[in-house]
């Protein structure tokens, strides 16, 4: 059984910064993994994206240049970090990880097992 374990969440005020984990069991190795995030009345979006091969990452607009996303192989970890937070980065954030190539790194329909998610604040 596949289990992604988030933690990290919290309540920051814009401009501070937060650090998401994700712990993955149950994989010999999650190739595939990504963030996500939904906000109160919206679509769950694509956040970040990590492929452990050539250790590809992608980015949403929105948070390029403010959010890294890295993994640790060793220990099938993956990190957000984020900075310079601000209000509309309010949402729960989730991991995700897919069994084989998404055709498209930030679409949900392409994950097949999701953490419970974690609770991001940012206060202005």
């Known amino acids: 059984q596949v289990q992604l374990v988030e933690s990290g969440g919290g309540s920051v005020q814009a401009g501070g910064s937060l650090r998401l984990s994700c712990a993955a069991s149950?994989?010999?190795?999650?190739?595939?993994m990504a963030w996500f995030r939904q906000a109160p009345g919206k679509e769950r979006e694509g956040v970040a994206g990590?492929?452990?091969?050539?250790?590809?990452?992608y980015y949403a607009g929105s948070v390029k240049g403010r959010f890294t996303i890295s993994k640790d192989n060793a220990e099938n970890t993956l990190f957000l970090q984020m900075n310079s937070l601000k209000p509309d980065d309010t949402a729960m954030y989730y991991c995700a990880a897919a069994s084989r190539l998404p055709d498209q790194w930030s679409r949900v329909s392409d994950y097949n097992y999701w953490g419970q998610g974690t609770q991001v604040t940012v206060s202005s």
């Open positions: 149950g994989y010999t190795r999650s190739n595939y």
């Open positions: 990590f492929y452990t091969v050539r250790s590809s990452t």
